[in-house]
Nanobody
Framework: QRELVESGGGLVQPGGSLRLSCAAS????????IGWFRQAPGKEREGVSC????????TYADSVKGRFTIIRDNAKRTVYLQMNSLKPEDSGIYFC??????????????????WGQGTPVTVSS
């Protein structure tokens, strides 16, 4: 059974950095779109960053542009989310998601077939 496993979350002070990992060992990343989402308490799940399959585009939410970077390591079948200059409003549970044969990725959760369990991120002093 295919699964995604997130890790790397934790508590960090404002202005700090974290690197999240999404282990996708059963996925050939060339053929899958991968998205990072987050959900804060009482709020809807929102897209943060994604890349499309087959060399498709990379996309970032406006709220994280210039601060977050999505990194794909095909050999390790792992996708990272490097988060810099973190703000309290970046807090939430971060999820990765996958969808096969989706060249143009997007931020609608309904686009994605597979989801991880999430890793919590808290930005607080």
């Amino acid at each position: 059974q295919r699964e995604l496993v997130e890790s790397g979350g934790g508590l960090v002070q404002p202005g700090g950095s974290l690197r999240l990992s999404c282990a996708a060992s059963q996925f050939n990343l060339d053929y899958y779109a991968i998205g990072w989402f987050r959900q804060a308490p009482g709020k809807e799940r929102e897209g943060v960053s994604c890349f499309g399959s087959s060399g498709g585009s990379f996309t970032y939410a406006d709220s994280v542009k210039g601060r977050f970077t999505i990194i794909r390591d095909n050999a390790k079948r792992t996708v990272y989310l490097q988060m810099n200059s973190l703000k309290p409003e970046d807090s939430g549970i971060y999820f990765c998601a996958a969808r096969g044969q989706l060249r143009r990725c997007g931020f609608s959760p309904d686009l994605y077939t597979y989801w991880g369990q999430g890793t919590p991120v808290t930005v607080s002093s």
